[in-house]
């Protein structure tokens, strides 16, 4: 009990106390999200409309995704250097959302379209009737 006790206190003497408030604050970070993740696939599978199961599968396949990405970002970060990786990495998180946002934007102007159409019919079967009436009386 003693010896893993002087082995903490040797790990702690041994990085810098700016490392340890670093590591407290990824720590408490990391697990207070953790608690929030379960509602926000909740909240997720609300607002797509679709399947827990669904939703959940796509948080694991982006993980995954993430997981085997580390590795060649690693060395590209190497090769190129970290700031050209960062600004590569924002270019490309704001094409993504903005692509997400012209699908989300089209499908909002396919329901409009819809509405319209099926709007318009009612009016043209409306102006055949009175037509029909119109020649039904002269």
Not at 105 to 112: A, D, H, P, Y
């Amino acid at each position: 009990m003693g010896s893993g006790l002087s082995r903490l206190l040797a790990l702690w003497h041994t990085y810098p106390t700016r490392f340890w408030l670093l590591f407290a604050g990824v720590f408490f970070s990391v697990s207070s999200s953790s608690f929030i993740w379960p509602f926000t696939t909740i909240f997720i599978a609300e607002q797509t409309q679709s399947s827990l199961a669904l939703t959940t599968l796509m948080f694991s396949v982006e993980a995954c995704a993430s997981l085997l990405s580390v590795g060649r970002t690693s060395k590209m970060m190497d090769l190129y250097g970290h700031k050209v990786m960062m600004i590569t990495g924002l270019v490309l998180q704001a094409s993504n959302l903005l692509l997400m946002t012209e699908q989300i934007q089209l499908i909002g102007i396919q329901k409009c379209l819809r509405k319209l159409k099926a709007k318009l019919q009612i009016k043209i079967q409306l102006i055949y009737k009175l037509i029909s009436l119109q020649s039904f009386l002269i």
